[in-house]
């Protein structure tokens, strides 16, 4: 059975790092394309970061210095860590992937059922 388990939200203040987790089951990130996207209350679905199965990477304007993606195929795991964070990075943190080469959703609504595969959410909060 395919499933997508994140972990690693919570709640930090300003400033500090949360490091989230994606583990596959049912499913292989090797040579596919997989990523974070992310929606708060009254905003669209964003991409945070996606990798492509050639190891390309993609960046979110907003994210861009802060975060990093990686992927570690041995364990069929995906890892964002975020540092310097700060209010507007609240939001629920979502894992996807496609069978394709390149994740390239894009929709105002997250998780898309209809498109690729998806985890069900963790929430990240940053609060002071």
């Known amino acids: 059975q395919l499933r997508f388990q994140e972990s690693g939200g919570g709640s930090v203040a300003p400033g500090g790092s949360l490091r989230l987790s994606c583990t596959a089951s049912?499913?292989?990130?090797?040579?596919?394309?997989m990523g974070w996207y992310r929606q708060a209350p009254g905003h669209e679905c964003e991409l945070v970061s996606s990798m492509g199965g050639d190891g390309s990477i993609r960046y979110g304007d907003s994210v861009k210095g802060r975060f990093t993606i990686s992927q570690d195929n041995a364990k069929n795991t995906a890892t964002l860590q975020m540092n310097s964070l700060n209010p507007d990075d609240t939001a629920v943190y979502y894992c996807?992937?496609?069978?394709?080469?390149?994740?390239?959703?894009?929709?105002?609504?997250?998780?898309?059922?209809?498109?690729?595969?998806w985890g069900q959410g963790t929430q990240v909060t940053v609060s002071s």
């Open positions: 049912g499913f292989t990130f090797d040579g596919r394309g």
């Open positions: 996807a992937a496609v069978t394709g080469p390149q994740l390239n959703y894009i929709g105002s609504e997250c998780p898309n059922w209809d498109f690729g595969y």
